[in-house]
């Protein structure tokens, strides 16, 4: 049996919610975000005791088609801008990609999407690309072309751009400034 979760979004994600399933007596298969595969089924009162403790850590339990799938989506943009993935090596845009990796047209997931998150894919893309260029910008170990190829920006300028658009200072400001504020994984977008 699959369980789908929300706000799955990194590895300490993972290691929690494995915690949280195997001291609810579940034997886990696989976990992957977004994903706990775990042997055998769980009864209802067992799948609401699950739900309570993982809305305790910040995670939901996802029981909707639909929702499954925006979740999808979500971590499977994650996974390639954050994650560093094999998607940049190859010729395949994130339309192509999430299309393939889950099955259905990709109008049909933008038009889910946008319905569910109240945000496009693209702006969803955006937003996390923005949050991995600053990220990248305070660690100082890559300049601004190597950020832009990384994040498969075409040009430093076209990132700088969309930069100043997000967060309105340019990656060079941002650099400078003493805040550097940048947001959790899981509350980019709307």
């Known amino acids: 049996m699959t369980l789908y979760i929300k706000n799955m979004v990194c590895l300490r994600c993972i290691k929690t919610v494995s915690r949280i399933l195997e001291e609810a007596g579940l034997s886990l298969s696989k976990i992957k975000l977004g994903e706990a595969e775990i042997e055998g089924t769980v009864d209802s009162n067992t799948k609401a005791i699950i739900g309570q403790q993982l809305h305790t850590e910040g995670f939901e339990l996802i029981d909707d088609k639909n929702s499954k799938i925006v979740e999808q ?39 889910l999407f946008s319905g569910i998150e109240g945000i496009t894919i693209e702006k969803y893309i955006i937003s996390q690309k923005i949050e991995r260029a600053k ?56």
């Open 135 to 190: 990220e990248l910008l305070i660690y100082d170990e890559l300049n601004l072309n190597e950020i832009a190829w990384r994040m498969g920006y075409s040009s430093s300028h076209h990132l700088s751009n969309q930069f100043k658009q997000q967060t309105g200072m340019t990656p060079t400001e941002f650099k400078k400034s003493h805040s550097r504020e940048r947001k959790h994984i899981d509350h980019i977008g709307p």
């Open 73 to 111: 989506i979500k971590t499977l943009i994650i996974n390639e801008i954050h994650y560093e993935s094999d998607l940049k090596k190859e010729t395949m845009n994130f339309s192509e990609f999430l299309a393939l990796q889950i099955g259905h047209d990709y109008s049909f997931l933008s038009k």
